[in-house]
């Protein structure tokens, strides 16, 4: 494709610069989040949710973000209580970066 069509592809000729996507499984508290390599010139946007897997302890995770760079991203995950989950669950996650100086836009 011409660079001209898919600008004019894109919602109102607008576009994400880059996008990063995934899921991570962990039982421990923190998730860590490793971008592609150079995937992104700035710090994106990082969004993430958790899935406890049918867990009963599902209902009391609570997903934290933590810190983020333009190479990683890192969630801490704990039970309401505070406490650390004693079972396996996944973050879903997506990483944007809008233009190639902005992560907003």
């Known amino acids: 494709m011409t660079r001209a069509r898919d ?6 000729g607008v576009r994400p610069f880059a996008t990063a996507s995934g899921v991570a499984a962990h039982s421990s508290g923190t998730v860590t989040i490793t971008y592609p390599v150079g995937r992104f010139t700035q710090t994106p946007q990082l969004i993430g949710i958790c899935d406890g897997g049918g867990s009963a302890q599902f209902n009391r995770l609570v997903l934290n973000w933590f810190g983020n760079t333009s190479s990683s991203g890192v969630f801490i995950v704990r039970l309401t209580d505070g ?9 879903h996650w997506i990483a944007t970066q809008m233009t190639s100086g902005s992560a907003s836009g």
């Open 83 to 91: 406490s650390v989950p004693g079972v396996a669950f996944n973050v």
């Open 7 to 12: 600008l004019a592809s894109g919602l109102a």
